[in-house]
């Protein structure tokens, strides 16, 4: 089964063409960043995956359902979805570990009883992470740095079959950054489908194995990562010619 498939995607508000017949398959098996400007188009493609907007023209297949023939709320319990957006929803008082239990139900706070067996399950993915030491803390005491961790462990809570990541390294410094992606490299060991979206081509990790380059609502190149990302290529999209380099299956720009 496919995991994703866009096909002939049109997404147009007024008189402006946000998404313009944008084609995308992603396989099993396969871990893809969406890269491209701003206002490129990037978060509305998460969009369309999630389920939270709708093509003017095209359909959205997700694991191995049509959108507009499915219940998409049932489709997103296999989705998880790391987001400043979504984090700016969560309470900042409520302790760590709570937070990271919302996660098994898709719930911003809790309003009753939760199980034990829900916050064994939050205090183990702390500590994948390395964050038991602060399970007990507020979320609003933790630094960015952390706060990302958490969000990367409450996204796994219900084990999903696609994790989406918009831009989770934003308002990182260059150490919590290579934590966070230490991390985010480290799901190479689990049983799920990776969407990374960034404006930063140094972030893209030895797991990723393809890459979507998108600008002005259209794809400029699409597939395995070392055939996107080419000077040419890249050029298209930023307009800033440059050279790229590999240092361990990780790509690295220059501005010529």
């Given at each position: 089964m496919l995991v994703i498939i866009l096909k002939d995607i049109h997404f147009i508000r007024g008189e402006r063409h946000i998404l313009t017949d944008v084609n995308l398959t992603v396989n099993p098996g396969e871990h893809w960043v969406v890269l491209g400007r701003n206002g490129s188009g990037k978060t509305t493609m998460l969009e369309?995956?999630?389920?939270?907007?709708?093509?003017s023209r095209g359909k959205v297949h997700v694991l191995g359902n049509t959108y507009g023939e499915c219940d998409v709320r049932e489709v997103r319990k296999q989705i998880g979805y790391i987001s400043q957006s979504l984090?700016?929803?969560?309470?900042?008082?409520?302790?760590?570990?709570?937070?990271?239990?919302?996660?098994?139900?898709?719930?911003?706070?809790?309003?009753?009883?939760?199980?034990?067996?829900?916050?064994?399950k939050a205090l183990a993915m702390l500590e994948r992470v390395n964050l038991s030491h602060v399970q007990n803390q507020p979320l609003g005491t933790l630094s960015q740095g952390e706060r990302k961790k958490v969000m990367l462990a409450r996204s796994l809570m219900q084990?999903?079959?696609?994790?989406?990541?918009?831009?989770?390294?934003?308002?990182l410094d260059l150490y919590e950054r290579e934590k966070l992606l230490h991390d985010i490299d480290n799901l190479r060991s689990q049983r799920l489908t990776v969407l990374y979206v960034t404006h930063h081509i140094e972030e893209i990790m030895p797991i990723f194995t393809h890459v979507v380059l998108i600008e002005q609502g259209k794809i400029v190149a699409n597939g395995p990562k070392r055939d996107v990302l080419t000077a040419d290529h890249l050029y298209r999209a930023y307009q800033v010619p440059l050279q790229i380099d590999w240092l361990n299956d990780r790509p690295w720009i220059k501005v010529l």
């Open positions: 369309m995956i999630t389920g939270y907007q709708f093509p984090f700016e929803k969560l309470s900042l008082r409520d302790p760590v570990w709570e937070v990271v239990a919302t996660g098994e139900y898709s719930y911003l706070r809790f309003y009753q009883a939760i199980p034990d067996t829900v916050k064994e084990d999903p079959q696609i994790l989406i990541m918009d831009e989770p390294c934003s308002g």
